[in-house]
């Protein structure tokens, strides 16, 4: 344990941890887009039930052998849990230190390679990390969502959920925050883990621009859909088959 406390006390320490944490995020991120984007698969003809439906409930399902119904979820949940509060508490960290840094009558900010990205990662971090606070209790729990929460029927809550156009403007906002953040952060965790040679930032650059590009496409276009009428209004209570 002091070996673990010993090496996040250093600088280098909470700037691997940041990036350790940061790449499980963005894994999880990717993973839970692509589940999303099932809410455009319509309904399973096989079983009548919406194909988004089907797959939250094969998420609860998964493990229950081993670890009850929901079990592996919640462990995946208090890891994913533990990685979001390592990579604030590190980010914060790290940008306290960055302050302490910087000389007394330093007030004029110079921005060489910064961009708009790295320069508001801090303040859009912790917007984040309110957003995925709310969205938990929006559209996991149900707890402020207020328009029929229905406990397993995703295609309903979601649908419900981005008739308020003022919700899609903030999903919009936080996915736009979203991807700006993982932009910034996805090349700059290359170069803390030591990726970071000329003949490689181009193309890591690149594929960070890929990503939130896609990440953003993706995640918003769910909340649009709706708010335009692409998607149907789901069967009432899925009892209507």
């Known amino acids: ?13 909470k700037k691997i941890t940041m990036a ?30 919406y194909k988004i439906d089907d797959y939250g409930r094969f998420l609860r399902a ?11 979820l919640w462990i995946v949940r208090m890891v994913l849990l533990g990685c979001l509060i390592a990579h604030a508490v590190s980010g914060i960290q790290l940008a306290r230190l960055n302050r302490r840094a910087k000389p007394e009558g330093y007030k004029k900010a110079v921005f060489r390679s910064a961009n708009a990205a790295s320069r508001t990662m801090l303040y859009g971090g912790l917007f984040l990390l309110v957003f995925v606070v709310f969205h938990i209790l929006h559209l996991t729990t149900g707890t402020v969502h207020t328009r029929g929460f229905v406990e397993g029927e995703v295609y309903a809550n979601v649908y419900s959920a981005f008739t308020d156009p003022t919700l899609v403007g903030f999903y919009v906002v936080a996915m736009g925050l979203l991807a700006a953040h993982l932009y ?58």
């Open 62 to 72: 998964m493990g229950s052998e081993m670890f009850g119904h929901s079990g592996f």
């Open 20 to 49: 350790l944490s940061g790449l499980v995020l963005v894994l999880f991120v990717l993973g839970h887009m692509a589940g999303n984007l099932k809410i455009f698969a319509g309904i399973d003809p096989s079983t009548g039930d």
């Open 184 to 241: 910034h952060g996805t090349w700059s965790m290359f170069q803390t883990l030591g990726v970071d040679t000329p003949q490689w930032n181009r193309g890591i650059r690149a594929a960070a621009k890929a990503i939130s590009i896609a990440l953003f496409v993706g995640f918003c276009s769910v909340p649009i859909a709706v708010a335009a009428r692409v998607l149907t209004p789901p069967i009432s209570s899925q009892t209507g088959k």
């Open 1 to 13: 344990m002091s070996v673990l406390r010993s090496f996040y006390s250093s600088t280098i320490g």
